[in-house]
């Protein structure tokens, strides 16, 4: 009961069994259900016919649930739910428009019987949350969460798939153009630095310096290709040299001499433009 307030804002009911408190909380819910359900009972399977009191059937007296209700403006009054034995969905009600203010005004329902209190204590995770949602009156909330979490969760695995196969696919690449060694991480450094070193670079220790030596590697292999090209000619230059001294080449020999002395020349500048 709030601080200053004259009357209690909870009831607690109990009693000894059989002594009725099931079927006042039952007839309670039947009352404040627009669908007319006691989901209580139809946990045990039980159908609408099974709804009205035995004794009230013993007698032969009608089923209903009649509650007065005082609200600040009094436009609600008394209300009566009456069960209908021919119709057992389709209940009797004093006034259809009370009740759907009613309906519209409860919607957390304004009680809990022990043993769903019990077995609130004794559940774990999401089942929780589910009865919570359900006391609480955001059971669609819940749903749509639910939902929600299951599309999010499904895109983010097509999601990983398609980075997975992103990674093969590159890693693949990588394969192919460097000769099958697989470049990853520091050893993507160790690869470049040794060829870096094999045409005299000092190595690098980050990839913007490795791609600042990216031009003087360029420069080297270029060289490093004409310097093969003049090993190859002053190779042959020696042999005709020598072939020379022997005297055993014709007049002809004169004519190589002297494209032997262009060579020279042709070498020699190389040489300075490198």
């Known amino acids: 009961m709030p601080k200053g307030a004259k009357e209690p804002r909870s009831l607690v009911l109990f009693g000894l069994n059989s002594s009725g408190k099931t079927s006042f909380v039952d007839g309670l819910e039947w009352f404040l259900s627009p669908v007319n359900k006691i989901d209580w009972l139809r946990r045990d399977e039980a159908e609408e016919k099974a709804y009205p009191h035995q004794a009230a059937e013993e007698k032969g007296t009608g089923s209903f649930v009649e509650i007065e209700f005082l609200d600040s403006t009094n436009k609600v009054g008394t209300l009566t739910k009456t069960f209908n034995q021919n119709k057992p969905k389709r209940p009797t009600l004093s006034d259809q428009t009370g009740f759907e203010n009613i309906y519209s005004a409860f919607v957390i329902r304004p009680f809990f019987r022990y043993l769903e209190i019990v077995d609130f204590v004794c559940s774990k995770g999401k089942e929780k949350y589910k009865k919570l949602a359900q006391w609480m009156g955001f059971e669609s ?3 749509f969460q639910e939902t929600l979490a299951r599309g999010v969760q499904q895109e983010l695995k097509k999601y990983e798939r398609q980075v997975a196969d992103r990674v093969a696919s590159q890693e693949e690449q990588l394969k192919q153009l460097t000769d ?16 870096l070193r094999y045409y005299g670079i000092t190595g690098c220790k980050n990839v913007s310096d490795i791609w600042k030596q990216i031009p003087q590697l360029s420069k080297k292999r270029h060289l490093s290709s004409e310097l093969t090209l003049i090993d190859k000619l002053t190779k042959l230059e020696t042999s005709i040299s020598a072939a020379v001294l022997d005297g055993k080449l014709s007049e002809e020999v004169k004519q190589l001499e002297e494209g032997i002395a262009d060579f020279k020349k042709e ?8």
């Open 267 to 274: 070498k020699h500048l190389s040489i300075k433009l490198m």
């Open 180 to 195: 099958g060694r697989m470049p990853i991480d520091t050893e993507v450094f160790a690869f470049c630095n040794d060829v």
């Open 141 to 143: 909330e819940f749903a």
